[in-house]
């Protein structure tokens, strides 16, 4: 591995892990009604966590913080196969790392609570749609704020708020990961693998049709990583 990359994997490392961190924190932290405000406080702590961790690594590595986010990038003809698995490693990495870490001060039953999972009702169909819309979403937003070349510069706040609406629906219903990296961590850490397959195959959809309507149809142009 180069210094470059390296480094693009020491950020994306450093803001998977921040995301994790804190989400695993917040649902604990409003767990309850007399602990905080809900489904806000949780939509808004995922999304100021990347709303600042993109703006802060954003120059390094891009700051995709999101395996689903890398793979639409890597559809959409913006990455190649190396710097994609290189960036995965250290997603999934600092997401287990946050997750051990939490599991340490909070205890290992709050991260497996923190562990996003499939509502009561919901079939694990509409689980996998659910996630791949909101992450269509999320993988859209980040192309159209951050890596077309006519975007506005506010890449970080549109993605952080993109993340905190999708929360606000899809939280009750499959916790709105829209990320393997968000579900992979504290499952790893806690042995709560329930419909884990869901947080997978769900965004990497989403991510990949993001990919193709936004990377090969509608950007300005293309450039290979």
């Known amino acids: 591995m180069n210094s470059t990359l390296a480094k693009q994997c020491a950020?994306?490392?450093?803001?998977?892990?921040?995301?994790?961190f804190i989400g695993i924190g917040a649902i604990a932290n409003n767990s309850s009604p007399a602990a905080g405000v809900g489904l806000l406080g949780v939509a808004l702590a995922h999304g100021l966590a990347i709303a600042v961790m993109v703006s802060a690594t954003g120059a390094i590595s891009g700051g995709q913080l999101n395996p689903a986010v890398t793979f639409g990038l890597f559809v959409g003809g913006q990455m190649d196969i190396k710097k994609t698995l290189a960036y995965w490693i250290a997603q999934l990495a600092g997401a287990t790392a946050a997750a051990l870490l939490c599991g340490s001060l909070l205890g290992m039953a709050k991260v497996a609570g923190g562990t996003p999972d499939v509502g009561t009702g919901v079939s694990t169909g509409q689980a996998i749609i659910i996630e791949a819309v909101l992450t269509f979403f999320l993988v859209f937003v980040v192309y159209g704020s951050a890596v077309d070349a006519r975007a506005p510069k506010i890449g970080?706040?549109?993605?952080?708020?993109?993340?905190?609406l999708d929360i606000l629906f899809g939280g009750p219903l499959t916790g709105a990961a829209m990320n393997p990296a968000r579900t992979f961590g504290p499952a790893l850490a806690s042995s709560h693998w329930n419909n884990h397959m869901v947080y997978w195959v769900g965004p990497l959809i989403g991510g990949a049709m993001a990919g193709l309507i936004y990377g090969r149809f509608l950007i300005k142009q293309s450039k290979t990583a």
């Open 156 to 164: 970080g706040l549109a993605i952080g708020l993109t993340v905190a």
């Open 11 to 20: 950020a994306e490392f450093i803001g998977t892990f921040t995301l994790i």
